[in-house]
């Protein structure tokens, strides 16, 4: 068994990690999103400075561990939801009302299946580690990384149908399940 000490740490490597991870992403997803004109990318690329606000606030939180920050730090973290669903329902309505079609996104394609693999490998370390230490916001932020991994599938979907079969509405129906994810994990964490 590990101590309080180093469950703690691993906490913080973990959030280090997925926070380097996601910096880098909100770059090739910006840059993918831009030449493609996918909505799902730019969704995505969203989702990931989500992911960043709340990897920021587990860091924040595991520092200086109290009930009141723990309750403070998971309400931020659905406020940041709640933000990115605003985001996706108007990105995706333009996108339907003017008929975008994207183009193929190969940089897409590569960056969200390298990032469904990390975010689950990430998300179980999170979960087990927010378990040992009985902390509820590592808990939360590593339902978020799960989150992350089934976004970036359901982009890679949406992705690869557009890019295999030209149904170009299967990128902005991939923000449409970014969006359900995005408001049942904001509704969990401010209600807590």
């Known amino acids: 068994m590990h101590s309080r000490e ?17 910096v880098v992403g909100v770059g090739v997803l910006t840059l993918a999103a831009l030449r493609a004109h996918s909505i799902a990318l730019a969704g995505f690329g ?35 939801f709640v933000v990115l669903v605003a985001y996706l329902v108007v990105l995706t309505s333009v996108a339907f009302l003017r008929d975008v079609h994207p ?3 190969p940089l897409g394609i590569a960056w969200t299946a ?4 990390a975010m689950f490998t990430l998300a179980y370390a999170k979960s087990r580690t ?16 799960f989150i ?4 970036s599938t359901a982009v890679l979907v949406g992705l690869g149908a557009n890019a295999l ?19 049942r994990e904001a509704r969990e964490a401010l209600t807590r």
Do not use: C
């Not at 990931?48 to 990897?55: K, Q, R, T, Y």
């Not at 109290?66 to 973290?77: G, K, Q, S, V, Y």
């Not at 079969?165 to 408001?183: E, F, H, K, Q, T």
């Open 114 to 117: 390298m990032t469904a693999l």
């Open 148 to 151: 992350d991994g089934l976004l």
């Open 103 to 105: 183009l193929h996104a």
């Open 165 to 183: 079969l030209g149904w170009w509405w299967a990128d902005p129906m991939a923000g449409l399940v970014i969006i359900y994810y995005a408001l």
């Open 130 to 145: 927010g378990e040992e230490l009985d902390n509820p916001v590592l808990r939360t932020e590593g339902r978020v990384t």
């Open 46 to 80: 969203f989702d990931s400075l989500v992911e960043i606000g709340a990897s920021t606030v587990v860091v924040w939180e595991l520092k200086s561990i109290d009930d009141e920050r723990r309750h403070r730090a998971t309400r931020l973290i659905g406020g940041a």
């Open 6 to 22: 180093q469950l703690t740490r691993r906490g913080l490597r973990l959030e280090y990690t997925t926070l380097v991870w996601n």
